[in-house]
């Protein structure tokens, strides 16, 4: 006999993958749809069923909402944007590198929905007007970014891009270094392994002595 609690569970937990799927066909552009609080709390109720668990035990019974509010955190980046965050400019007339190392960052692997953290290394030289960005607004970039279903490589490349296209720098690197719980915690199971990408632009990209310089102070 189909058991409709679990059934309407299944119809739920469908229903939120499938958006968030759509939600990150285009992982530039903020997500419209709002998150959706009884949705997600009927999906990780779901899930706590698949596995086998009561989701009515003493333990479980706020569970699903606590997860839901978590998940909303956790992808909130799909709902900023990342031309509001570089917005505000000044006009300081630099023409030389600007570098944050070591920025804290942690996001969610799309592919298993574990976190992967470690650290971003930001750097560009600013467009000819000169202006330049706030330097917490990098953190706040590599933030937005990483609080998305993501893979490294492409959070790597987002946050460069924003820099040429958002900022109109004239030369971006970006460095992220992370180990990733779905390797360290299950499958291969190799902890303390880190995964590192790198994404260039602009002048960076086609001057090997500049990028040289620029590697050697975020390794410095």
Do not use: W
């Amino acid at each position: 006999m189909t058991n409709p609690e679990a059934t309407a569970g299944s119809d739920a937990l469908t229903e939120a993958l499938t958006d968030a799927a759509e939600g990150g066909a285009t992982p530039d552009i903020p997500a419209v749809r709002a998150f959706d609080q009884e949705r997600a709390e009927a999906a990780v109720r779901e899930l706590l069923i698949a596995v086998g668990e009561d989701p009515d035990r003493e333990g479980l019974q706020e569970t699903p909402a606590r997860v839901a509010r978590a998940y909303r955190e956790t992808f909130a980046g799909l709902h900023e944007d990342p031309t509001a965050v570089l917005a505000k400019t000044f006009a300081e007339g630099h023409q030389e590198l600007v570098l944050v190392r070591d920025i804290p960052i942690y996001s969610t692997c799309e592919h298993h929905l574990l976190p992967f953290y470690g650290k971003a290394h930001i750097g560009y030289i600013p467009g000819k007007d000169g202006h330049v960005t706030g330097l917490s607004k990098l953190a706040r970039l590599a933030d937005m970014y990483a609080k998305r279903p993501q893979v490294q490589e492409r959070l790597t490349s987002q946050i460069a891009n924003a820099l040429m296209d958002k900022l109109g720098a004239q030369s971006a690197i970006v460095v992220i270094e992370c180990e990733h719980l779905c390797m360290a915690a299950r499958g291969i199971r190799k902890p303390g392994s880190t995964t590192t990408t790198s994404a260039v632009r602009g002048g960076f990209k086609k001057n090997a002595a500049s990028r040289a310089e620029v590697m050697s102070l975020i390794r410095s």
